[in-house]
């Protein structure tokens, strides 16, 4: 089955290798490693970058990596978040500080109740 390389998707499809690639680097695996793990040929992984992967493939990567199709695209994201938090947090006064840790204390007590209640 030929697939077709389309102009929309091909950001989408860079930022999946470049992701792909990501964790290929935090576990250390070489491109032989990933395919073995996904049970593709070597070259495949190359294409990917021309060709979009079939769903069933890159169901496969995502369990290569031990990540719902979810977590792969979310992952790294929370690392973003906690850089803005404590860059805000060091530039917040004490008084800033005490008020936040009094609101996330609220936040936290409200959504206890509310998970009892429902």
């Known amino acids: 089955m030929k697939r077709e390389v389309s102009k929309g998707n091909m ?3 860079i930022k999946k ?3 792909i690639r990501e ?3 935090e576990r250390g695996w070489s491109d032989s490693e990933l395919a073995r793990r996904v049970g593709v040929n070597k070259s495949t992984i190359a ?3 021309k ?6 493939t890159f169901h496969k990567v995502c ?4 990540l719902s199709e979810e977590e792969f695209y979310c992952a790294g994201k929370e690392v973003l978040v906690d850089a803005r938090i404590q860059g805000r947090l060091q530039r917040m006064s ?3 500080k005490d008020l ?3 609101i996330g204390d609220l936040i936290a007590d409200w959504a206890q109740e509310h998970n009892t209640n429902s």
Do not use: I, S
Not at 63 to 66: K, R, V
């Open 17 to 19: 290798c470049e992701r």
């Open 23 to 25: 964790l290929q680097k």
């Open 51 to 56: 060709v979009d992967m079939m769903p069933a």
């Open 63 to 66: 369990e290569a990596f031990g």
């Open 47 to 49: 294409r990917w970058y």
């Open 94 to 96: 004490e008084d800033e």
């Open 11 to 13: 950001n989408d499809r």
């Open 100 to 102: 936040y840790d009094r």
